[in-house]
């Protein structure tokens, strides 16, 4: 699956994944290969995803995410946790 994760001040990961869980307003969606297509409200926290057998996280703030054919496009609020607000700099992708 392609994973495209937007914030206004850019993109803050773009990659082939194999799962995704998604931070979404009413609890995690957890997100996989041949879903059906879906839009849903993101709200702030840790978006994980699996890359080449690595879990890895981004942190996002509120936004909304789509699914279509096994591409995921999420767009949101860049998010800076310890000041608990939206801010231009662009969170990496880590590793857990």
């Known amino acids: 699956m392609k ?3 937007v914030a206004r001040a850019g993109v ?3 990659g082939e994944v194999s799962d995704v869980v998604v931070p979404a307003f009413h609890g995690e969606m957890g997100i996989l ?8 409200v993101v709200h702030q926290g840790q978006l994980r995803f699996t890359q080449n057998g690595e879990k890895k996280s981004v942190e996002v703030g509120d936004g ?3 699914v279509d054919q ?3 496009t999420v767009v949101v609020e860049n998010y800076d ?5 939206a801010n231009s700099s662009l ?5 857990e």
């Open 81 to 85: 946790e310890d000041r608990g607000s």
């Open 64 to 66: 909304f995410v789509t």
């Open 3 to 5: 994973l495209e994760v």
């Open 12 to 14: 803050l990961f773009e």
């Open 70 to 72: 096994d591409h995921i």
């Open 33 to 40: 290969p041949r879903r059906a297509p879906i839009m849903a």
């Open 91 to 95: 969170p990496a992708a880590t590793q």
